[in-house]
Nanobody, 122 residues
């Protein structure tokens, strides 16, 4: 399993931006699909974005055009730049890793971080 640690959450007003980061302790980091999921109170965990290799990305429809996922394989990090934030983006955000490509299913991701809270005020 990959050990993952998220950082960068916080409180922001609607329309603002936040950048989440996730550090991984795995020498084969570049071979993993890295993803971000989120879970709002009372709701199921949902897929947000993922990146395969260096540059193949895919997003949930709700965040496409506003969020950007990227990774630095030399530093074993993955980031989620979140712009034009909305109150409905409020959730705990989780970094996750899998060997599966193109998956949006949390069950396919075997390694998870502890989560970081993002709160967007209206």
């Amino acid at each position: 399993q990959v050990q993952l640690v998220e950082s960068g959450g916080g409180l922001v007003q609607a329309g603002g931006s936040l950048r989440l980061s996730c550090a991984a302790s795995e020498r084969t980091f570049s071979t993993y699909t890295m993803g971000w999921f989120r879970q709002a109170p009372g709701k199921e965990r949902e897929f947000v974005a993922a990146i395969i290799g260096s540059a193949s990305t895919y997003y949930a429809t709700s965040v496409e055009g506003r969020f950007t996922i990227s990774r630095d394989n030399a530093k074993n990090t993955v980031a989620l730049q979140m712009n034009s934030l909305k109150p409905e983006d409020t959730a705990v955000y989780y970094c996750a890793a899998t060997r599966v490509v193109w998956s949006r299913l949390s069950a396919d991701f075997g390694s998870w971080g502890q989560g970081t809270q993002v709160t967007v005020s209206s």
